[in-house]
């Protein structure tokens, strides 16, 4: 495999990955986020129990516990979708500028390494450390699941959790571009941490009230709207509040868990009135989120690529 990585890249990626698995940042934000998740879990698997595997049908029950939620605590997704973040920009807000703050960052292109294999190098540690992360959270998830519930997850719900992971691993890796983009740009490592934590607290919070009041602005809606005016505004709403990847990944990743999803936009009662009431299968279920999730993987691009032109312009002095 490192035969086919640039030169520099490997040795990079594996001294990288050993500094954030020993990391007690890292350690501290996968407590978190596991003990949110298995609590969540937790709960889900005592509802579905209570109305006896009825949450999502039969089919999917296991898939359930990664949705289902009560009052006292948000589901799954939703702690991944809030908490998620916070595990990039922790492994990417310091990744260069504490190479430059300490002085070592010239002495590290100095070594017959290519300047490029640096960032690419700490990226995709960054990268493998969120998937090594995820897997196993994922895997602890899962294994609460199955003692709670007692029903083995079927090869679609595996293939669906798979999907889900991957999925994952790339809005947790928007954020890692992010915080390494504001690496390259701020050179105090607290400043660059508070800029990637303000605009997920931007997408996380007050995103949506923004989104609200730009639709009421440009499509409002009376007393008593009509049917285009509603529509209208509605649709205006959806494309907002996609410009966030909160939304993204909250679109991509709903369908895959949850297979009686069959639209993520609005819908008109003649577009439902002859539906199957039937769960979406595996193909059916990519399609609807296909979209979402080139988004993701395209923000991903472009924030890295910013980062990379940035850092490859920089001058590095001694």
């Known amino acids: 495999m490192s035969d086919l990585l640039p030169v520099g890249v490997a040795p990079v990626t594996r001294k ?22 298995l609590a969540a879990v937790y709960v889900a698997g005592q509802a579905i129990r209570d109305v006896a595997f009825q949450s999502q ?9 990664f949705t289902v939620s009560d009052r006292s605590l948000p589901s799954f997704i939703s702690f991944v979708a809030f908490l998620g973040p ?10 260069l500028n504490s190479e430059r703050s300490q002085g070592t960052l010239s002495r590290l292109i100095a070594q017959p390494i290519h300047r490029d294999a640096v960032l690419h190098g700490k990226f995709l540690a960054g990268l493998a450390t969120i998937g090594l992360a995820l897997g196993v959270l994922l895997l602890l998830v ?15 719900e595996v293939l669906r959790l798979i999907l889900f992971f991957v999925l994952t691993v790339i809005y947790v890796g928007f954020w890692l571009a992010l915080a390494q983009l504001f690496s390259v740009v701020f050179r105090q490592a607290a400043t660059s941490a508070l800029a990637a934590i303000a605009v997920w607290l931007f997408f996380a919070i007050f995103a949506g009230l923004l989104v609200g009041l730009a639709a009421d602005a440009f499509a409002p809606v009376g007393d008593n709207p009509t049917v285009q ?3 209208r505004h509605e649709q205006l709403t959806d494309t907002l509040n996609r410009i966030s990847p909160v939304t993204l990944y909250s679109e991509a990743t709903t369908p895959l868990l949850n297979p009686s999803v069959r639209s993520l936009g609005v819908l008109l009662p ?6 199957l009431a039937a769960p979406l299968g595996l193909g059916q279920s990519v399609l609807l989120v296909w979209p979402q999730v080139v988004a993701l993987v395209g923000a991903v691009l472009v924030f890295f690529a910013l980062g990379y032109v940035l850092f490859m312009r920089e001058e590095v002095r001694a």
Not at 270 to 275: F, T
């Open 270 to 275: 003649q577009q439902v009135d002859r539906a």
């Open 142 to 156: 899962a294994g609460l699941g199955l003692l709670l519930v007692g029903v083995p997850p079927s090869s679609e």
């Open 16 to 37: 990288e990955m050993a500094d954030q698995l020993s990391g007690l940042r890292f350690a501290i934000l996968l407590v978190l986020i596991g003990v949110a998740a």
């Open 57 to 65: 049908g039969a089919r999917f029950v296991f898939l359930a516990l």
């Open 86 to 95: 916070l595990l990039g920009i922790a492994l990417g807000f310091d990744s």
């Open 229 to 231: 005016e509603a529509l």
